[in-house]
């Protein structure tokens, strides 16, 4: 198996929601990441967990909030969003944080925040 | 910060050609490690081709293949004999070697198969 799965596939919400995106993979990684992706541009990263561990938040609001509740799910809490929010935000795992290691990303959910 | 740049915002080629992706990039490091990923329309990202800076051979899978030129810090990407499925946008990413260190992705190239 070798699939990163992220629900929901699309999401519509309002400034004032709270909602939660999923990404799993059991290829027994120990390193997930978020990015955010803007239309026709290349994916920014956002966070990274090693071992369940938060290893780079890159200077995102709080209003974003990761989680890592075990080795095979990631979580990203949103809460306030605003309308520049709207993306596509992938999950990637990899083996480890090594140099070498491939990426493997999910195919993303598509954020619109109204 | 490193920076990777892709020149070519879009690229197109008939079916069966071959076409060369360009990318640049800057960085001090001597060791590093490079990579071609492809994200089809409202497909996932995958990974094509990755090459160790160490190693003075081009990385090779199947159709696609690389040109590395250290010293020129630039690495293209070939892509012979061209197929429909091919069509994606195309980024360049580098990563320097090490544990924990993030990919740093160029702006990306759209390339179009012409059947």
């Known amino acids: 198996d070798t699939e990163v799965t992220q629900t929901p596939k699309h999401l519509v919400m309002g400034m004032t929601n709270k909602k939660s995106l999923k990404c799993e993979q059991h290829m027994g990684h120990r390193a997930m990441y978020w990015y955010k992706q803007k239309a026709k541009k290349p994916p920014e990263l956002m966070f990274v967990y090693s071992y369940e561990k938060l290893s780079i938040n890159e200077s995102v609001p709080s209003r974003f909030s990761p989680e890592c509740p075990n080795s095979s799910l990631l979580n990203l809490h949103l809460h306030a969003l605003q309308p520049e929010d709207s993306a596509l935000y992938l999950c990637a795992s990899s083996q480890g944080q090594a140099d070498y290691n491939e990426q493997f990303f999910g195919p993303g959910t598509r954020l619109t925040v109204l | 910060a490193q920076t990777v740049t892709q020149s070519q915002p879009e690229m197109s080629v008939q079916e069966a050609e071959t076409v060369t992706l360009s990318c640049t990039y800057d960085?001090?490091?001597?060791?590093?490690?490079l990579f071609w990923y492809k994200q089809p329309p409202s497909r996932q990202m995958i990974l094509v081709i990755r090459?160790?800076?160490?190693?003075?051979q081009n990385a090779t899978e199947n159709r696609f293949s690389v040109n590395f030129q250290k010293a020129a810090k630039s690495f293209s990407l070939k892509i012979s004999d061209s197929q429909l499925g091919d069509a994606a946008m195309y980024f360049c990413a580098y990563r320097r070697r090490g544990t924990g260190n993030q990919f740093y992705f160029g702006t990306g190239t759209s390339l179009t198969v012409i059947p």
């Open positions: 960085t001090s490091e001597s060791d590093y490690y």
């Open positions: 090459q160790e800076a160490y190693k003075q």
